[in-house]
Nanobody
């Protein structure tokens, strides 16, 4: 069973930055889809960024494009989400996910972390 542990969440003022980390267990496939999702209270879960760790192609939701960057450190088995120019609407629980037949648009991720909270105040 692949295990994912998120970290790096916290409280920040609008306009600030945070970097989320997702540490994956060593049995995570070296070439796979991985993604970040978020869910705000009363809203549906939203896939906001994804990448294929082998092909290195990336995908972003319009709501975060040009502000967030997904990246990986293969040596450390860590997936990152750099979040800049944060807005109050970015407030949500952020989840890391791994292994899906499709990285984006119709993904079906098998493994999930427990999430890390991000709160952006105005």
């Amino acid at each position: 069973q692949v295990q994912l542990v998120e970290s790096g969440g916290g409280s920040v003022q609008a306009g600030g930055s945070l970097r989320l980390s997702c540490t994956a267990s060593e049995n995570t496939p070296p070439s796979a889809c991985m993604a970040w999702f978020r869910q705000a209270p009363g809203k549906e879960r939203e896939e906001i960024a994804a990448m294929h760790t082998g092909a290195r192609n990336t995908f972003y939701a319009d709501s975060v494009k040009d502000r967030f960057t997904i990246s990986q450190d293969n040596a450390k088995n860590v997936l990152y989400l750099q979040m800049n120019s944060l807005k109050p609407d970015d407030t949500a629980m952020y989840y890391c996910a791994a292994v899906s037949r499709r990285c984006w648009m119709g993904s079906d991720y098998l493994h999930w972390g427990r999430g890390t909270q991000v709160t952006v105040s105005s």
